[in-house]
């Protein structure tokens, strides 16, 4: 039985245990030969499991090592190494002090559309790039999520991950992931891909919003599947621009659920879709190459701000305004046209663009200046 203060494969100190699962308890270790803080996820087999069963729980076991080293995105948890103490299989990973999302939500409740796109955006983010790599989540679920106190949302525990290429060590008709939390079409026993992936995520986030789960939260597993696999949702009771974008990646058929990058990008910026949106028109490879530079919500926020100012000067100079004066005053005419008039008589050199200003007697009379296609208009004076 392992305990704290072990040490692990020579290295790692046992210092206490942070989390367990179905299939392993996680330790917060220290490394003593790189002199940092780690967490091993140390494989416990329950009792009663056959030889092929116990087989395939240590192929999950080094798989998802092999799967998360392929993966080096921020909101991912690393993986640095796989070893074993005895027969079993032991993963080093990036230690992340943080609580999960079902932990926070337990805790304080529904979260704000505000706190929801954040993790919403940095989850889809990782999520992307696992996409591109060919790696499919499968399991993606609140439980899963760990947010840190600085709000940084890492997507963790790649156990039931199947990446392109690998060979299938489920058994066979087994449903994969947690009932509450899958596609319908993964329900009614499809495999699970990348749509599926945007599914959970978007359920994960429903649940954010609302505090409970998009299809209850029952004990009976048998019951809460076939929900799931009826699409029986229940209906949202808050709304904003995250809930669109939820129930736009929680759609029934999978082919009309966004791309996961596209989901980064809409729930970075905390926008939604319109009903009659459709997925990203520019296509998915468009929207990996923004994921893959490492835009964040920030960034997008401050470019699409950035972008407003500069419609709102461009707008300014193509409207400039028309000052009306009560009569007897000298009639304003428009920056520009004052301008052009000092340059052209400051030195006597080159021809006036304008005739210079004539006496006032009464009144001022507008027309359209001669510029075409700029809308402008000038001030015009003249006597009757």
Same mark, same amino acid.
């Given at each position: 039985?392992?305990?704290?203060g072990?040490?692990?494969?020579?290295?790692?100190?046992?210092?206490?245990?942070?989390?367990?699962?179905?299939?392993?308890v996680?330790?917060?270790a220290?490394?003593?030969?790189?002199?940092? =803080?780690?967490?091993?996820?140390?494989?416990?087999?329950? *009792?009663?499991?056959?030889?092929?069963?116990?087989?395939?729980?240590?192929?999950r076991?080094?798989?998802?090592?092999?799967?998360a080293?392929?993966?080096?995105?921020?909101?991912a948890?690393?993986?640095?190494?796989v070893?074993?103490?005895?027969d !079993?299989?032991?993963l080093?990973?990036?230690?992340?002090?943080a609580?999960?999302?079902?932990?926070?939500?337990a805790?304080?409740?529904?979260?704000?559309?505000?706190?929801?796109?954040?993790?919403?955006?940095?989850?889809?983010?990782?999520?992307?790039?696992?996409?591109?790599a060919?790696?499919?989540?499968?399991?993606?679920?609140?439980?899963?999520?760990?947010?840190?106190?600085?709000?940084?949302?890492?997507?963790?525990?790649?156990?039931?991950?199947r990446?392109?290429g690998?060979?299938t060590?489920?058994?066979?008709?087994?449903v994969?992931?947690? *009932?509450?939390?899958?596609?319908?079409?993964?329900?009614? +026993?499809?495999?699970?891909?990348?749509?599926s992936?945007?599914?959970?995520?978007?359920?994960?986030?429903?649940?954010?919003?609302?505090?409970?789960?998009?299809?209850?939260?029952?004990?009976?597993?048998?019951?809460?599947?076939?929900a799931?696999?009826?699409?029986?949702?229940?209906?949202?009771?808050?709304?904003?621009?995250?809930t669109?974008? =939820?129930?736009?990646?929680?759609?029934a058929?999978?082919?009309?659920?966004?791309?996961?990058?596209?989901?980064?990008?809409?729930?970075?910026?905390?926008?939604?879709?319109?009903?009659?949106? +459709?997925?990203?028109?520019?296509?998915?490879a468009?929207?990996?190459?923004s994921?893959? !530079?490492?835009?964040?919500?920030?960034?997008?926020?401050t470019a699409?701000?950035?972008?407003?100012?500069?419609r709102?000067?461009?707008?300014?100079?193509?409207?400039?305004?028309?000052?009306?004066?009560?009569?007897g005053r000298?009639?304003?005419?428009?920056?520009?046209?004052?301008?052009?008039?000092?340059?052209?008589?400051?030195t006597?050199?080159?021809?006036?663009?304008?005739?210079?200003? !004539? *006496?006032?007697?009464?009144?001022?009379?507008?027309?359209?200046?001669?510029?075409?296609?700029?809308?402008?208009?000038? =001030?015009?004076?003249? =006597?009757?």
């Amino acid at each position: 039985m392992t305990e704290q203060g072990d040490l692990i494969a020579g290295r790692y100190r046992l210092q206490r245990r942070i989390g367990s699962g179905g299939m392993g308890v996680v330790w917060q270790a220290f490394d003593e030969r790189l002199d940092r =803080v780690v967490a091993l996820k140390h494989l416990v087999l329950p *009792p009663g499991l056959s030889t092929e069963e116990a087989e395939r729980a240590r192929q999950r076991a080094v798989r998802e090592a092999r799967i998360a080293a392929r993966l080096q995105h921020p909101g991912a948890v690393t993986v640095h190494d796989v070893t074993e103490d005895g027969d !079993r299989p032991v993963l080093v990973m990036e230690y992340v002090p943080a609580r999960s999302l079902a932990e926070l939500i337990a805790t304080r409740g529904p979260l704000s559309g505000v706190q929801v796109a954040q993790i919403g955006g940095q989850v889809a983010a990782a999520l992307a790039a696992a996409h591109q790599a060919g790696i499919v989540h499968r399991d993606v679920k609140p439980a899963n999520v760990l947010i840190t106190d600085t709000g940084t949302a890492k997507i963790t525990d790649f156990g039931i991950a199947r990446a392109h290429g690998d060979t299938t060590i489920t058994a066979t008709g087994l449903v994969v992931g947690t *009932p509450a939390f899958l596609a319908p079409e993964v329900a009614q +026993g499809h495999e699970p891909s990348a749509a599926s992936d945007v599914f959970s995520l978007g359920a994960t986030l429903y649940t954010a919003v609302e505090g409970r789960a998009p299809f209850g939260d029952g004990d009976n597993a048998i019951a809460l599947l076939h929900a799931v696999a009826a699409g029986q949702m229940i209906p949202p009771a808050h709304h904003g621009p995250i809930t669109d974008v =939820v129930l736009h990646m929680m759609r029934a058929d999978p082919a009309a659920r966004p791309a996961m990058a596209q989901t980064a990008e809409r729930s970075a910026r905390g926008r939604g879709w319109s009903p009659s949106a +459709g997925p990203d028109s520019r296509g998915p490879a468009a929207g990996r190459r923004s994921i893959s !530079r490492g835009i964040s919500p920030v960034a997008l926020r401050t470019a699409d701000r950035g972008g407003r100012d500069r419609r709102r000067r461009a707008h300014r100079a193509a409207v400039p305004a028309v000052h009306l004066l009560r009569p007897g005053r000298q009639p304003a005419t428009c920056a520009n046209d004052q301008h052009r008039r000092r340059s052209a008589t400051a030195t006597g050199r080159g021809r006036l663009l304008r005739p210079a200003p !004539r *006496p006032h007697r009464r009144g001022v009379d507008t027309a359209e200046s001669g510029h075409a296609g700029t809308g402008e208009r000038a =001030v015009r004076e003249g =006597v009757e």
